[in-house]
């Protein structure tokens, strides 16, 4: 079993930053993908973006957040974070941070979740 702890959500101003972090109780080779999701209220948890544990290689960013997000890994604190930059209303939801064994926009293939964090930006 991994467990997944996020924090770092808060509400902020349209235009300001947060970084979200997640940290795993421990590393499996199997599950080395790690993602974040989104989840605003009355729809569909989307994926944000992901990363190779391993390589740090990024697999994916959401095109509304393309430009403003930064995901990154410390392989030594077993964390992933989020930088969140020039946020807006629409980024409002719970963000979630998943592990999986591979890439893929489907939350169901994702083994392990986080409770979530939520992340409100005021206009």
């Known amino acids: 079993q991994v467990q997944l702890v996020e924090s770092g959500g808060g509400l902020v101003q349209a235009g300001g930053s947060l970084r979200l972090s997640c940290a795993a109780s421990?590393?499996?080779?199997?599950?080395?993908?790690m993602a974040w999701f989104r989840q605003a209220p009355g729809q569909e948890r989307e994926l944000v973006s992901a990363?190779?544990?391993?390589?740090?290689?990024?697999?994916y960013y959401a095109d509304s957040v393309k430009g403003r997000f930064t995901i990154s890994r410390d392989n030594a604190k077993n964390t992933v974070y989020l930088q969140m930059n020039s946020l807006k209303p629409g980024d409002t939801a719970v963000y979630y941070c998943?592990?999986?064994?591979?890439?893929?926009?489907?939350?169901?293939?994702?083994?392990?979740w986080g409770q979530g964090t939520q992340v409100t930006v005021s206009s």
């Open positions: 990363i190779n544990w391993s390589s740090g290689a990024i697999y």
């Open positions: 421990r590393r499996t080779f199997s599950n080395n993908i």
């Open positions: 998943a592990a999986g064994k591979r890439f893929t926009v489907l939350r169901a293939a994702y083994d392990y």
